[in-house]
């Protein structure tokens, strides 16, 4: 774990922004730093939130680090190991002092037909998708209902939904987010801990980059969206945000899908 500081501080918000939203100093452990992660951690930033950021690939924490407007703690870890998540989570929480927001934004895809897919690609989809959001929330969810307060949100996808060709193992690991963030919701709401998920439609990220780069695909899918075109990570920072802030309070095991309309068709 180190301490990483960012470059330039142009990016804070407003001191009235962060009143507003009621993040200001809030202690934000964002897990996983790719295109939704890293859009997640430069949002709480901007609130003036205190960040600490982890995941497993060392350069993708460094280039945040640098990228943020404020110092942040960076956690290297195998977040789908239950010692690894559990250990982030704790080093956060020295770091910061406590623990009132986790975002989860750990997600890889494979692509192809049910009927070509290896156990192994299986196994490293849920692993990666559903034990880490499980192992993680677990982590914080032990100290946040002792605090009687906190926030968790997961980044689910519309693919928890809708039956996309191609899509098994991640679709299957997102179905079981959602639910199993409903009972996570269930049990710790009296304790003053909201679980909700942000379901996303098409967005252009690192893990969708190299589909959208092929021949039709981009049209394609922004043919199926109702808004016309793709969705961007930083348009799904404004709905996590919010879930975070204490004007959700009494928002909890709820999928907030983020789609431009996709999931309407």
Known sequence: MHEGRGN?????????????????GARVLIAGVGGLGGACARAFARVNARVA???????????????LSQDCVSIAADL?????????????????GGIDVLVHAVGINIRKPVLEFEPE?????????????????????????????????IISSVSGLLAHANHAPYAASKGAINQMMRVMAR????????????????IETELTQAYLSQEGHRQALSEMVPAGRLGNPDELTGPILFLASSHASFVTGHVLYVDGGRTLV
């Open 53 to 67: 950021i982890a995941d497993n690939d060392a350069e993708h924490l460094a280039k945040m680090a640098g990228d």
């Open 121 to 153: 690609e299986w196994h490293r989809i849920q692993k990666v998708n559903l034990d880490s959001a499980f192992w993680l929330s677990q982590a914080a969810g032990r100290i946040m209902v002792h605090q009687n307060r906190g926030r968790i949100v």
């Open 8 to 24: 330039l501080s142009e990016n804070s918000a407003p001191a009235a922004e962060a009143d507003w939203l009621g993040l200001n």
């Open 80 to 96: 789908s190991d239950p010692h690894d998540a559990s250990t982030a989570v704790s080093d956060a929480v020295a770091a910061m």
């Open 187 to 202: 049990e710790w709401a009296p304790y003053g801990v909201t679980v909700n998920a942000v379901a996303p439609g098409y």
